[in-house]
């Protein structure tokens, strides 16, 4: 079986901060992650994702994640956080053997104040 | 390309009656994904449909139903509504269906059920 897990609820970070959104996964075969965006009264932006390859993994509006696989956690991570990045912000995981339907992590909220 | 289209954004119902939602895919991609998102209960799949068939089913009561056609296109309805009901509906797409796949989301219905 296939789970993740987000262990914060709520991120809070200053402006021009780092920022670091953690998911921790876990499945039996490869996992394939996401991360996605979502503003108020939205839809899932998708931001990035990990197949294979590289560990570090860059996508939409500056966000990077790591794939660690000794500690099966693919965390979120901004240079300089913007107040417009606080958003609710999934994860998810699918397992290589496993079904199509993702798995998806409670949601982390991130709140940037200026 | 256009995106993931929900029609309506918003409804109101009364327990009891039925309630159509619709989903426009982004045009090529074949499968359709449909969740449900409560703040108590995070994201929830409810049935993914591919070629028009139903391929997964989440855990939910047969008062949920859906169906896709020909041209991808995807509805699904729920029948007898509950005031539990209420949530933000979210339709998602992609292009295959493959693992690998990133699902693209919509902006959602709100549905609240008085």
């Known amino acids: 079986a296939q789970s993740v897990a987000q262990p914060e609820d709520q991120v809070n970070v200053a402006e021009g901060n780092p920022l670091t959104v953690k998911c921790t996964y876990s499945v039996s075969g490869n996992p394939y992650l996401f991360w996605y965006v979502q503003y108020p009264n939205r839809g899932l932006q998708f931001l990035l994702k990990y197949i294979t390859g590289d560990n570090l993994v860059k996508g939409s509006y500056g966000f990077e994640a790591e794939f660690n696989k000794s500690q099966t956690s693919f965390h979120l991570k901004k240079p300089s956080a913007l107040v417009s990045d606080s958003a609710l912000y999934f994860c998810a995981v699918r397992d290589e053997g496993g079904s199509y339907i993702p798995t998806f992590g409670r949601g982390t909220s991130l709140i940037v104040h200026p | 390309k256009a995106g993931v289209t929900q029609t309506p954004r918003y409804l109101i119902k009364t327990r009891g009656q039925q309630v159509t939602l619709s989903c426009s895919p982004i045009s090529g991609h074949r499968s359709v994904s449909w969740y449900q998102q409560t703040p108590g209960q995070g994201l929830q799949f409810l049935f993914e449909?591919?070629?028009?068939?139903?391929?997964n089913k989440g855990n939910f009561p047969g008062r949920f139903s859906g169906r896709q056609f020909s041209n991808s296109r995807s509805e699904m309805n729920v029948s007898t509504l509950e005031l539990g009901d209420s949530a933000l509906y979210l339709c998602?797409?992609?292009?295959?269906?493959?693992?690998?796949?990133?699902?693209?989301f919509g902006p959602g219905t709100r549905l609240t059920v008085l």
């Open positions: 998602a797409s992609s292009l295959l269906g493959q693992l690998t796949d990133t699902q693209y």
């Open positions: 449909y591919f070629s028009e068939t139903q391929r």
